[in-house]
């Protein structure tokens, strides 16, 4: 029978008291490894388990699980570099400053001078004033009686009514259903209810018309937009699924700080991007860009002589392109890779390059394969969240994985420090201080090691701010753009005709560049309704082109 331990540790001489503690370093060591075991093995099991209830989710048809809460990175940044937060001050605590006045963007139409019941003796001290502001919306029902006259030859006239009457109804209501249904999220079904709550008489289907009635309009601007937008310094883009026509589809944001563009269709692969980079123009041109497009994707060097030494050049519709491709045995071969699509990204990188678009923009994206081309950028929250998203084993993983983050954490710090005061001795230093964190090996976690010399090998794609500071560091923007086009599509699900699909489009992008530009969409829609007495907007491309020096 083992003795028992002695009540107090002082009873103990110096050799049993070495004995216990060497025993419990001992039990402490063993204990660890357990926990470590423990704790991968939980790990693997809690993906295991995760990846079944995905699975379950997805047989259900249930909506997916959200996705992993981000890190923070780029507002705890913002305030380090600010040294605020906006409405915190440095300490943490919340700011004193009060909102400014709103009222001087008001305009007076009426005083109204409020007496008050006083007693006798009583001196007038002035007034108090309070500015209240109302809404009145009621319908106004106006007969129009249209004047017909027959000519001589026969042939009846009647008097033209005002272009902005849609059907029965007038221009005030369209762009008041406009403004509903693409600002406000508001679904037709609950514009009729609303409507016809007021005392409007209107149908689904004729809600449902004047969202269309009128797209060309808006469709010319919104192209216009596009067009100004690819002269500027940089675009950020980012996609999204979409449904159209019961199947499925892919919507793409393209955008800056002065615009927004959707454009929706069955794909999004790369040619599908170019496409909608090219606008509403089916063009393919085959020049010096387009065969040093063929040329990076290795497509062989004989099929691109064939392009080369052809005379056309320029097909301005898909068909006649197709026909080129076949008239040079290329639609036959069964290659890697597959030269019809290489050359068609190709002719319309060509088309975009001849046209004048993206000459000097850069294209800031989440490192997505169908959106690598021309200048290229990367965003550096997408490259945090991939650090972000490991899920470590043990204490030593948990450790690598957090000297990682904290690493990427300065330096993106540093970069926004950079943008507002770039120099060339600082864009050195800041990229020796990128090999240093990326080239690092034997961090003691592998997938670590395996994602930083991933993210290593896209090293000039990360720092093209060093030498373009006007450009973002991240797509958060597009993320927030794509956010109203993801709202819409869980308030009225997909679209069924073409020219629904693209009035959603249209007016969201257009909602959103008024939105970027400072303007009222409101005022906006009313201005190209014609609505009486609504001011003058000029066309938007004005406000984004950029100024030449």
């Known amino acids: 029978m083992a003795a028992r331990p002695p009540d107090s540790l002082e009873r103990l001489t110096q050799t049993d008291l070495i004995g216990v503690v060497r025993e419990l370093i001992g039990e402490v060591g063993r204990l660890r490894a357990e926990n470590e075991k423990l704790s991968s093995a939980f790990t693997e099991l809690k993906t295991e388990h995760q990846a079944v209830k995905d699975e379950l989710a997805r047989l259900k048809n249930l909506p997916p699980r959200p996705p992993q809460k981000p890190s923070g990175m ?6 380090s570099v600010s040294g605020g937060g906006g409405a915190k001050n440095p300490e943490g605590k919340k700011s004193g400053r009060r909102r400014g006045s709103q009222l001087d963007k008001l305009t007076i139409g009426a005083t109204v001078v409020v007496g008050a019941k006083v007693p006798p003796g009583s001196r007038h001290k002035g007034y108090e004033e309070i500015v209240v502001q109302d809404l009145s919306l009621s319908p106004q029902v106006t007969r129009y009686r249209r004047e017909r006259w027959q000519t001589p030859e026969g042939k009846t006239i009647i008097a033209a009514l005002d272009p902005g009457i849609v059907g029965g109804y007038g221009p005030n209501l369209h762009r008041f259903v406009l403004a509903l249904h693409f600002s406000g999220q508001v679904t037709c079904e609950r514009i009729v209810a609303l409507l016809n709550g007021m005392g409007v008489m209107i149908s689904k289907r004729q809600v449902v018309r004047l969202l269309t009635v009128k797209l060309e309009t808006f469709r010319a601007e919104d192209e216009a937009v596009l067009n100004a937008g690819l002269h500027g310094a940089y675009v950020t883009v980012d996609d999204t699924g979409a449904r159209h026509a019961g199947e499925s589809g892919y919507t ?25 980079l090219c606008g509403s123009t089916a063009l393919y041109v085959i020049n010096d860009e387009a065969l040093d497009y063929m040329k990076g994707r290795q497509l062989p060097q004989i099929i691109i002589d064939k392009f080369a030494d052809h005379e056309e050049r320029i097909f301005p519709r898909h068909e006649d392109w197709e026909r080129h491709l076949q ?3 290329l639609t036959d071969l069964k290659v890697t890779p597959d030269p019809v699509l290489i050359a068609s990204e190709g002719a319309l990188w060509g088309a975009i390059r001849h046209q004048g678009l993206l000459a000097d923009t850069v294209i800031v994206s989440d490192d997505a394969g169908q959106f690598r ?3 290229h950028a990367l965003c550096w929250v997408h490259l945090e969240r991939l650090v972000h998203k490991l899920v470590p084993a043990n204490d030593k993983q948990r450790n690598a994985v957090e000297i990682a983050k904290r690493m990427i954490w300065w330096f993106y710090a540093s970069l926004k420090e950079y943008k507002q005061a770039p120099n060339p001795q600082q864009a050195q230093v800041l990229r020796d201080r990128f090999d240093r964190i990326f ?18 090998h896209h090293k000039d794609a990360l720092l093209r701010v060093l030498d ?22 869980k308030i009225s699900g997909g679209t069924v005709s073409d020219n629904g699909r693209d009035a959603r489009d ?42 030449p020096p």
């Open 252 to 276: 793409t944001q393209i955008g800056s700080d002065r615009f927004t563009v959707f454009r929706t269709g069955p794909s999004k692969s790369r040619q599908a991007f170019l496409s909608r």
């Open 468 to 489: 373009r500071p006007e450009i973002p560091l991240n797509t958060n923007a597009s993320e927030n753009d794509i956010r109203a086009f993801v709202t819409k599509r």
């Open 74 to 79: 780029d507002k705890a940044t913002d305030r």
């Open 327 to 329: 008239a040079l045995g």
């Open 439 to 456: 080239k690092r090996r034997g961090t003691g976690y592998v997938m670590l090691d395996r994602l930083l010399r991933r993210l290593f």
């Open 373 to 375: 081309v021309g200048v």
């Open 506 to 547: 249209i007016m969201l992008g257009l909602a959103k560049t008024c939105m970027k530009l400072k303007l009222s969409f409101y005022e906006f829609l009313g201005a190209r309704l014609g609505v009486p007495g609504t001011q003058i907007i000029p066309p938007l491309a004005q406000f984004i082109r950029p100024v």
